[in-house]
């Protein structure tokens, strides 16, 4: 009896890593099988994702609970940071579903990359213009301060997007999607 070869990929796109999907070994073998990934929410990139989102929260609730001296930051301060925390949800919930091997039309790499520019430019913004009209108000000085530590974990995930999307194509290194 004589048993068909498993498809074998020998390409890298963005977010799918060789050797998996339907057909890439025996039968209960490959990870993509299910709705959602066991492996994502335990890597660092989810867990950096979790802490962006929390700190984005933290600074949206601390604003939003405080007297404003002045509306108009303040409410920017509050676009940028909801904006922010929900395009990161949107990010986290297209690797947890696995949204990323079957929209293979978008380049997730590149567009969490560059997401991650913007946002991070934005909110560094906003964050020095929220801590500029405090003016001493503790709930604003806290609402600037952990937009600020937002901004630096926004940071650390351009550093971390740029390593997995420019880098590894610039050196031909495997492409994997937890680094």
Known sequence: MSHAAGLVRTTCSSGSAPGTGPGAGPLGASSSEGLLDPVYPRTHAAMLKVAQ??????????????????????????????????????????????????????????????????????????????ASNSYSLSGLVAGAVFGFLATFLCLASVWLSYKISCVTQSTGEFCSEYR
């Open 53 to 130: 989102m929390a700190t984005l929260l933290i600074a949206f609730i601390c604003v939003r609970s405080s007297l404003w001296t002045s509306y108009s930051a303040y409410s920017y301060f509050e676009v940028v940071t909801i904006c922010n925390l929900i395009m990161i949800l949107a990010f986290y919930l297209v690797h947890l579903f696995r949204l990323h091997r079957v929209l293979t039309c978008i380049s997730w790499p590149l567009s969490e990359l560059l997401h991650y520019l913007i946002g991070t430019l934005l909110l560094l913004i906003a964050s020095i213009v929220a």
